[in-house]
């Protein structure tokens, strides 16, 4: 219903993700949010629409894909994205629908009678510097195998992630190979295999490049093998801006989230620095789109950390930045997470997300601060994630009306 | 399930629906709920159940039809009512399920080797009286086409509304006719067309009439033809009492209000006048039916003009009024709005809407007022709106457990 609604206006929308926001008390009682200072989120709550999220259910811990997708409007229950595919975007690797995405580990093997038996299946977690080395060692010895390009890159430790980009679009169900990983140490490592018939010609590929790999691994100490994971394609999702009619820009330094935003279309812009870089950015670009994604990582950083004052320094660090926000004068500014990231959890969590949204069209007044025990105050109710994107295009007057 | 577990009893409901009921702030950060004098609604709201409805979905501003259509206990998002429908109750007129329902406009066309070219849309807007008279004029000389009865009403200005009405019940797709507005003007107007083999009848119908109306209204300087949109047959909707086990009564000054409730199949009773002559009949036929649907209008009228000072007396005229309501002791009363229409819009709002539901089996003591802000502090939360006939039938005991 809501995309037929869709009209066109020059509004500006911008949405906020500082990523893991939502907390749980950590000291006195207080959250994160409650014992930030935050003088200028404080007054705009004042005078905003509060409520809470659901990233995807009740109960349910979203990964940062599930997570972002429901912001941008997507129910995250019903879109799914692989593994390799959001290794590869968090490695900085582009993805397209010419291509599957692995996740690999560099493990260590012995040989028994010619067969690879896998000794430690993360290479005894190799230091990064020397996954650095070895993946510049595989990049240039393979580039491509028949007309397949190789594209590799490295992760942390022992991990890594590879792109096989075919000269045409894959058709569906090209990415349904199995893993390489045995799961278990003691246990010969797995040919990769075809489930589907349109998977072949990757699942080849595939062995063809463990094959080369361990060739040219044969030599390392502990990283002489690749075991491969996660086989994936780009997920078919319906573009953003065909859907809700926005011109969107992501702004983000981690590539992770510029690789999300990307899937469903946005823009992405390549930022290094921290808050004050991607604000420059977006004062830049803001003429040029409609909807603004700005993601804010470390607040879930040190939550994953169990650093607490870490986060507290963020928020407040964003609490000093909001001015220059508000000074665009957005007519949509939401502001929010992805998901929780309690300190004392030290990861993701299910508990719902603060939201404020700012427009000329709240109710206000419900909420003092922006901290979880507001936010439950507030007019928005607790809601789910994916119909944000319905009060984003409320909100801007963006939406027709629903019969007559 | 609801239907499964619909039992009876001798209990009275009263749904008091005041149209466009929800605001945002106009004066001193107050809504015309606010701004209100209403002491009989605040003792009111201090012991009763308070809670907001969402009309179709997150974001979404609903029309008068699905508006209503939640209220009545129908997912509106699962019921379409065509515009010509719409049109022909709002005026007055009734539909059947013999019946196609078109909105048709006035309009000026020349003569182009015989194709009527159109020149203005709307006729220059011709005056209301104006439309009356060439409406009387069609009505004299086009009552019959085969044996079609044909059914015409006046609107305002240029616009009005015509019902084909066929001697058998119609087949589902016979109103996939198209429109014979161009949309633009200096082009031909169109022929109607039908899209489906059941639609046939009812574009040769439609041709034929207008074909008649141009050599009726080919004298007259502006309105000298017709153009017709929005072909609709009457909605496939299972009877409301059918459904819940209630004989409903529909009072409401508006004939499109009294159309809608028919459409549902409710009683409807036509009043002349404002609240004190609607509560005069309400109370005449109390002892006649189970569930009576109030509908008061005028605080959406003022709310589209912009008005919030008439808004708000209306607010208090009703509030004067609610004593006598209450004095029929009904088991359950709900006081709700459509759809929120607040002043500083000049229109209907997406906004969840403020319910008050007063019966023996509530928490009550949440709320000071009936207000948005009381509202959201109330026990039955945000929920939609298509799910308060489950309230005021669990409040009514008139639901049987689910389940042993």
Sequence with gaps: MLEALVKQNNTKLILVVLDGIGGLP??????????????????????????????????ITPGSGPGHLGLFGYNPAEHNIGRGILEALGLGLEVRDTDVAIRANYATVRYEQGRPIVVDRRAGRIPTEEN??????????????????????????????????????????????????PQKEGLEALEPKALTPQAKKVAEVAKEF??????????????????????????????????FGLRACAIAVYPMYRGLASLVGMQVVKVEGGIQEELQKLEELYKDYDYFFLHIKKTDSYGE?????????????????????LSLNPDVLVITGDHSTPSVLKGHSWHPVPVLLKSPYVLGGTSQRFTE?????????IFPAYKLINLMLAHSLRLAKYGA
């Excluded at 950590?26 to 705009?44: F, M, R």
């Excluded at 691994?217 to 690749?226: D, G, M, Q, S, V």
């Design 210 to 243: 463990v094959r080369l790999a361990a060739e040219i691994l044969k030599e390392e100490e502990k990283a002489n093998y690749l075991l491969l994971r996660g086989f994936s394609q780009k997920p078919k999702i319906k573009n953003f801006e065909e859907r």
């Design 132 to 181: 650095r080395r070895i993946t510049q060692k595989l990049k240039e010895n393979i580039r491509k195998i028949g007309d397949v390009e190789v594209l590799i890159e490295s992760g942390m430790e022992h991990r890594c992630a590879i792109v096989f980009r075919f000269p045409e679009p894959l058709e569906e169900g090209s990415d349904m190979v199995t893993d390489t990983d």
């Design 373 to 381: 025990k507001e936010a439950l105050k507030g007019e928005l109710g």
């Design 26 to 59: 950590v000291e006195d009682g207080k959250t994160e949010l409650e014992l930030a200072h935050t003088p200028n989120l404080d007054k705009l709550a004042k005078v905003s629409a509060l409520g809470m999220h659901i990233p995807v259910d009740i109960g």
């Design 305 to 325: 950390d169990g650093n607490y004052k870490g986060k507290v320094r963020v928020i407040e660090e964003f609490d000093e930045a909001l001015p220059s926000i």
